[in-house]
């Protein structure tokens, strides 16, 4: 991707903070006291020396004959050193407070955003999901947003800490002497403003390009094992060898920039801290030679410039990991703000007492236009789906048969026309009602790394034993499983490699069997069976649908012996 096609699409800094800091609203009071904290943790330690350096100058003006900076305060030595005791202990506590209530909020906010972002994934499946690259929502998902923990517990709260700390440390300096305090503002606004802006500058787009390959290199690495059968097959292994060498490379590359890009950051800083404290020594000196300041004054001044950069220190140095962050933040911001393509409807009159008593038109299409990203599929396509009867859908691939089914489980809406169930338009409908209307099975059986038991489960929620059994039976399961030694508690595997696509589609079909909807859609059902199982499977669906409606997508003629009547498909079909 080039720096043009990136700068395009990422937001600037300010407002990518604006937007993750807004997230915290519910956890603000929180979020308040671990500023309080930090600002008296710094101040702890930054009077740490301020005191002594009073105790010194006190003793130095008496040498003198010159007024107390401190007055009776510093006089009592051992009032000083107890003062100065109780501060270095209330640091430790104040400090260790401060990064609880952080890491708090932290952890928090990462739940929160998970949360979110499984929700916006589920508003966006399947329609803007499929054909998705999956190995960079897998990167989102857990590299992007653990990575927002670095801004949550060590961005917010620096940075107002940062500037309330420095804006106190500016009053103090005016106290001790004018000059001081315009040399003290100078520095921090130097130090901690000037620096990470021009360190965000250098760094920004490096950041997001390295983000962006990071989730491609999961991409390919995912894929990779995906499709390990296949490269030993066909000796592939050394090129895909190479074509990640050529990615880890690039990574590589990317992370050496920004390693370059950290260390100049870390050296201007060191840079500016010298020069600011030799600056306040030089100009504290140049008013006492004038008789414009006590010695007190210059010692005070010039301690408490080189020991009040801490707060500032670590907003300059978050700039270099803030880049990173805030593209991590970007890549989830985008996800969250991406728009469905298909709204859910969940404010509709509720479709209770239809269910089973679908009408006599169990589901139709009137004049159904639909594309693909420009490609026309569907032209003004009709199809009537009756109640008690299988409607067979027969035709070359790219004729749009898988197409309509996912009209009629709203998976995606149609450009024009009108899709209906049970004589409802399905954009009408509560989606939750429309779904619970129609069982499909679609051409591949997602497996989740389960049991058996609990993958044809995933048909009905909090479903019995008995009922499990009972659908794997009707999709001739059942008798396979009990062949297994763990039976229905056989763990499929990761993307049910432990069956074979005969099994997982039974599985498929059980889950059908098992919810039980009075509209069944089914696309290819029978692919991967031999002709024994597609006889008694397709038994199976002439009992258990008897008297409702099914639609059944097929190439094989014996499947389509099975229907009441078939629609056969062209592309781009007027009906």
Not at 44 to 58: H, K, S, Y
Not at 155 to 177: D, E, K, Q, R, Y
Not at 454 to 459: F, L, Q, R
């Amino acid at each position: 991707m080039s720096t043009q096609e990136v700068s395009s699409k990422r937001s600037s800094g300010i407002s990518i903070m604006g937007r993750l800091i807004g997230l915290v609203a519910p956890l603000m009071p929180i979020m308040v006291l671990a500023i309080v904290l930090g600002v008296l943790g710094f101040l702890c330690a930054i009077f740490l020396t301020i005191l002594a350096a009073l105790g010194i100058g006190d003793v130095a003006a008496q040498a003198l004959g010159q007024s107390s900076l401190g007055g009776p305060f510093v006089a009592d030595a051992g009032r000083l050193f107890a003062v100065i005791v109780v501060i270095a202990v209330a640091r430790g506590f104040l400090h260790y407070g401060e990064q609880y209530c952080n890491h708090y909020i932290a952890f928090k906010m990462l739940a929160l955003i998970r949360h979110k972002v499984f929700a916006r994934l589920r508003l966006l499946a399947p329609a803007k999901l499929e054909g998705r690259d999956k190995g960079n929502l897998v990167s989102i998902i857990t590299s992007d947003i653990e990575l927002l923990e670095v801004f949550y517990a060590h961005t917010i709260s620096p940075i107002a800490i940062a500037v309330l700390t420095s804006l106190g440390m500016v009053g103090f300096m005016a106290w001790v002497h004018p000059l001081a305090a315009v040399v003290a503002l100078v520095a921090y606004l130097a130090v901690g403003l000037g620096i990470p802006l021009w360190n965000g500058r250098r760094g920004a787009q490096r950041s997001y390009r390295m983000r962006n390959a990071l989730g491609d290199l999961n991409s390919f690495v995912l894929d990779s094992l995906y499709g390990l059968d296949e490269t030993i097959q066909y000796g592939g292994g050394e090129v895909r060898a190479c074509r990640m060498e050529e990615r880890s490379t690039e990574i590589a590359g990317m992370s050496g920039e920004m390693n370059r890009v950290v260390a100049g950051q870390l050296s201007v800083t060191s840079l500016f801290i010298q020069v600011f404290s030799w600056t306040m020594l030089f100009v504290m000196l140049s008013a006492f030679a004038n008789g414009q300041a006590t010695f007190a004054q210059v010692l005070v001044a010039t301690v408490a410039m080189m020991s009040s950069f801490g707060p500032v220190t670590a907003l300059s140095n978050l700039s270099s990991t803030l880049n990173a962050t805030l593209a991590a933040g970007q890549r989830v911001l985008d996800l969250l703000d991406e728009e469905p393509e298909v709204r859910e409807v969940c404010d509709a009159m509720p479709a209770s007492g239809e269910g089973r008593a679908l009408l006599e038109e169990a589901a139709a299409l009137e004049n159904v236009s639909f594309s693909y990203e420009g490609e026309r599929v569907l032209e003004g396509y009709s199809l009537r789906m009756p109640r008690g009867r299988v409607v067979g859908i027969h035709g070359p691939s790219g004729s749009g048969k898988s197409t309509i089914l996912k009209l009629l489980m709203r998976f995606w809406d149609a450009d024009a026309g009108k899709v209906s169930v049970s004589g409802r338009d399905v954009r009408e409908l509560n989606t939750s009602d429309l779904r619970s209307f129609e069982s499909c099975v679609t051409q591949q059986t997602w497996l989740f790394r389960d049991t058996i038991a609990n993958n044809i489960a995933v048909g009905k929620s909090g479903a019995t034993r008995e009922e499990v059994v009972e659908a794997a039976k009707k999709a001739s399961l059942h008798e396979f499983v009990q062949t297994l030694p763990h039976g229905y508690d056989t763990n499929v595997g990761e993307m049910g490699d432990n069956m074979s696509g005969g099994e997982a589609q039974r599985i498929g079909l059980a889950r059908a069997f098992l919810h039980n909807a009075p509209l069944l859609l089914l696309d290819e059902p029978t692919s991967n069976l031999d002709s024994l199982n597609e006889a008694i499977i397709l038994k199976s669906l002439r009992e258990q649908y008897a008297g409702e409606a099914v639609v059944l997508v097929s190439h094989r003629q014996s499947t389509m012996g099975l229907c009441d009547e078939v629609c056969e498909m062209h592309p781009a079909h007027h009906s």
